[in-house]
Each structure stands twice: as C-alpha cells, then as structure tokens.
Nanobody, 125 residues
Framework: QVQLVESGGGLVQAGGSLRLSCAAS????????MGWFRQAPGKEREFVAA????????FYADSVKGRFTISRDYVQNTVYLQMNSLKPEDTAVYSC??????????????????WGQGTQVTVSS
C-alpha cells in the first residue's frame, strides 16, 4: 500500500520561504514520477512540479519556475519542494502525488495514481 505523507506547510510572509516534504512508503519508487500539486479555495487543482525518481529529471509550472525547486532523497525516500520568494497567490493546499507510468510532462491530476492528504501553505502580504 503506497502512502504519501506531506509536512512543512505553514504561514509565511510574502518573499519568504518554506520547504515541503513528502515521505513515501509502501514500495520501491525507483520507476515512479513524483509530483506536487496545489489547490486554492474555489479553484481547480493545478500542477506545480514533478520529478522522475530515477535520474532526477524535473519539470515545473511556469508560475513557479525559478522560485520553486523539487528534489528527492533516495535514502529518506522523501520528495521535497523548496519554495522561495513566495507570493500571496501561492496560498493553497499543497499535495504530493505519485504515478507509475507516463511522461513527466503529462501534468493532469488524473494522470497520478496516489495522493497524500495535503498541507496548507498560507502567504500573507
């Protein structure tokens, strides 16, 4: 049973930083793609970033490119999202997701097989 558990959310002022973590368990993720998504109140869930567990290839949404960095730790079996220069419009529930196949560039939430419970990120102006 795949489990994804996020942590690291919170309240931060605009311009600040946060690092989200996603602890993955239940199987080997060496062939998986891991993604971060976010959903703001009244809006649809949107793609933020993705990483291929093997090889470390990454892909970002234009809205976060240059500010956010996705990475993974083989030993800890954890995926991170380092968020810098945060803006009020980054406020959302951030969720970690995993998929077993498909291109890293396929960013629809329906392409992902497993989801964490989400963690709230609030950026004040």
């Amino acid at each position: 049973q795949v489990q994804l558990v996020e942590s690291g959310g919170g309240l931060v002022q605009a311009g600040g930083s946060l690092r989200l973590s996603c602890a993955a368990s239940g199987r080997s993720f060496s062939t998986y793609t891991m993604g971060w998504f976010r959903q703001a109140p009244g809006k649809e869930r949107e793609f933020v970033a993705a990483i291929k567990w093997s090889g470390g290839y990454t892909f970002y949404a234009d809205s976060v490119k240059g500010r956010f960095t996705i990475s993974r730790d083989y030993v800890q079996n954890t995926v991170y999202l380092q968020m810098n220069s945060l803006k009020p419009e980054d406020t959302a529930v951030y969720s970690c997701a995993a998929r077993t196949r498909g291109s890293i560039y396929h960013i629809a939430p329906s392409e992902y097989d497993y989801w964490g419970q989400g963690t709230q990120v609030t950026v004040s102006s």
